[in-house]
């Protein structure tokens, strides 16, 4: 019979009273179940203050959420995606020749496998995979219509960063003319 109490907070109590009391704590027994999640071993008997390299604390961001593992997360999930309409496409395609239909439940079967396969655990709409073979864009690489001056846009990038490299950096005006010389005179004016 007793209390159930984390380390942490038996710890802070323990501190708390030795550093109330001007005798310290002495004499006092703390027994403790093992239950094989924490180690009670590493506290000693006067501050119940960790002695040392016994008990390690962890500080700082929980592992597996640094924004490197968020874009490698992203990533899976849109190759996931793209394996799923890769394979829905593929079957229907193989069906269409033969005049049959896909069974009834195969995307959703296909979402489940492949998300196990990649490891992903978030959710995949099947209207999303249909909508990509429907409109024959398996791998979209943004939504949206595409720039139209985006060819004038990676040549006005080079130049920028050439003009850098020479020590030459342009001002905000000076791109903007820049762009605007690239493109007169063409069908992106």
């Not at 959420?65 to 996931?80: A, N, P, W, Y």
């Not at 990509?132 to 846009?153: I, M, N, Y």
């Not at 040549?155 to 490299?165: D, K």
């Amino acid at each position: 019979m007793g209390i159930a109490m984390s380390r942490n907070a038996l710890i802070k109590r323990v501190y708390n009273v030795s550093k109330n009391s001007p005798h310290g704590v002495v004499g006092v027994e703390v027994t403790v179940e093992d239950d094989g999640t924490d180690d009670m071993a590493g506290l000693t008997p006067d501050t119940g203050v960790s002695s040392g390299s016994e008990s390690k604390k962890y500080t700082g961001r929980p592992k597996g959420s640094t924004d490197d593992k968020k874009r490698e997360d992203e990533k899976k999930r849109v190759e996931c995606i793209n394996a799923i309409c890769d394979s829905y496409s593929t079957e229907t395609i193989k069906r269409s020749a033969v005049k049959s239909r896909v069974p009834a439940g195969f995307l959703a079967g296909l979402i489940m496998s492949k998300q196990e396969e990649y490891g992903i655990s978030e959710y995949i709409s099947e209207e999303t995979i249909r909508s990509r073979h429907k409109q024959g864009r398996l791998h979209p690489t943004h939504p949206g219509t595409a720039s139209p001056v985006a060819s004038a846009e990676m040549a006005l990038v080079e130049i920028c960063i050439q003009m850098g490299r020479i020590r030459q950096p342009l001002t905000g005006p000076q791109g903007v003319k820049v762009f605007n010389d690239l493109i007169s005179g063409t069908p992106l004016q």
